[in-house]
């Protein structure tokens, strides 16, 4: 079998981490089988979806890595759902309804209240040609629901009818059809649902597994039946679990914090957002992965949790300063050089200040740390002044290399009489303004003699 999965966002906002779990598990499951994916926009809410989300979603997912086989977009395949929402009427598997939600919200109360479920009762199937008439007339619009085959000799006689499959991720699965309410596929304004259109579409584009959120369990069912009324191969369903944050909220377009588009704005490293959107609610440790490869690698349906996958997002803090700290001079060359570090240092900068970067942004702060020493004259006791007095008197002279800090600390030291802290911060303070950072040796050659001496 040749694997082909499919990631289907609505382009009514930012991706989110939430987002490209799913899109992550699809991609790495199908390269793993040496498969593809198809990237399909799920755009036939007409009022809310934007083409710059569509671009800034391929955008998003090339920032990643993921590179799909094809896009398409649902609106250009109107005329596949219109075919197949005749078929279902021609069958007598769509029928008319003209309930507002209000009147199917006090209804679906009504039965809670009596202690029956709160599914609907299929009202509209007892609608004589004559009533639809006078309803609109009155200026309603039919939405149309897709008959469950939940019955037995009636559709009023609901019996129990087991929708099963074997979950890629969750296992054996068995939902009773007689427990939901027969879908809306086609809104009062013509529009079609999400339901209807992703089995046409899954059905026509021969896609072989489908892999999302736990959140369709329920209409997975629902489309195990409209997949078997149009006559298409059922592909294999995999549910895994969405990722929340620690309070157990879920994730939303509407909160960009963490957006795709802002983690990249703010510097953090693609492989780093992947590993974290991927390995979280999985077996094993949360670790930075360095490319999709190994990624993929560690991607294990079977070792999904079935509980919420909740993240803590300084998560991504640690898994992107270890990815950092691993970055060769090549890797950032670019960026440092964005950042004003000359080409001719910036390999030896990078290797001595990359250990204490989160993102490689902070590199520019250590430039100025060198380039410029402290920004503000430090306050220095007696003792820390007469070490900087013997500092600037055993100063040696150029060339300096990483042994030089050695052997100049060395001799201040026997001057006078410091060591340790007393020794080591005095210089630090002095020579970049911070009580912390990369080792000195490093550093020290990178600074130079002259500015070394301004700024003892």
């Not at 987002?19 to 040496?34: E, V, Y």
């Not at 004559?130 to 939940?150: I, S």
């Not at 950092?324 to 910036?346: F, I, M, T």
């Not at 290797?351 to 902070?362: Q, S």
């Amino acid at each position: 079998m040749n694997v082909l999965t499919r990631f289907a966002p609505s382009p009514t906002g930012h991706l989110h981490i939430g987002n490209l779990r799913p899109a992550l598990i699809n991609w790495l499951f199908a390269h793993s089988a040496g498969g593809d994916m198809v990237l399909r926009y799920d755009d036939t809410d007409r009022a809310r979806s934007r083409e710059e989300y569509a671009q800034a979603i391929a955008e998003d997912l090339a920032w990643i890595g993921i590179l799909p086989r094809t896009s398409v977009r649902q609106q250009d395949r109107l005329a596949l759902y219109d075919a197949a929402v005749e078929r279902l009427r021609e069958a007598g598997l769509l029928y008319p309804c003209y309930e507002t939600p209000d009147e199917l919200e006090r209804r679906r109360r009504r039965n809670l209240a009596a202690g029956r479920p709160p599914i609907y009762g299929r009202e509209a199937l007892k609608l004589t040609a004559e009533d639809r008439a006078a309803l609109e007339a009155e200026g309603r619009r039919a939405h149309w629901r897709f008959l469950l085959p939940n019955f037995g000799e009636t559709p009023f006689e609901m019996r129990r009818t087991e929708a099963r499959w074997d979950d890629l991720i969750r296992g054996e699965q068995v939902i009773d059809l007689a427990s939901l309410s027969d879908p809306v596929l086609v809104r009062e304004d013509g529009t079609y649902v999400y339901t209807i259109t992703s089995v046409v579409d899954d059905g026509k584009m021969g896609i072989t597994h489908v892999i999302r959120g736990e959140d369709h369990v329920a209409n997975t069912a629902v489309q195990i039946a409209i997949f078997e009324a149009l006559g298409f191969s059922l592909p294999a369903f995999g549910h895994h679990n969405l990722l929340t944050t620690t309070d157990g909220e879920g994730l939303s377009k509407r909160s960009g914090a963490l957006s795709l588009r802002t983690l990249r704005e703010e510097g953090y490293e693609p492989m780093a957002v992947a590993s974290l959107a991927v390995l979280t609610g999985m077996a094993g440790a949360i670790e930075a992965l360095s490319d999709l490869e190994k990624l993929a690698k560690r991607l294990d349906l079977s070792a999904i949790s079935a509980s919420s996958a909740k993240f803590d997002p300084a998560e991504l803090d640690r898994l992107n300063a270890d990815l950092v700290h691993a970055l060769p001079h090549e890797a950032v060359s670019e960026r440092l050089r964005s950042a004003g570090v000359p080409d001719k240092v910036a390999e030896p900068f990078w290797l001595a200040v990359r250990g204490n970067c989160v993102k490689v942004g902070d590199a520019a702060l250590w430039w100025v740390a060198v380039e410029k020493g402290p920004q503000s004259v430090p306050a220095f006791d007696e003792e820390a002044r007469k070490v900087l007095h013997a500092a600037k008197a055993l100063l040696p002279p150029e060339p300096w290399d990483e042994r030089t800090w050695k052997s100049w600390t060395g001799a201040v030291k026997d001057a006078s009489g410091a060591k340790g802290r007393s020794l080591f911060m005095p210089l630090r303070l002095a020579l970049t303004g911070l009580d912390h950072g990369p080792e000195l040796a490093a550093l020290l050659p990178l600074i130079g003699r002259d500015r070394t001496l301004a700024r003892l």
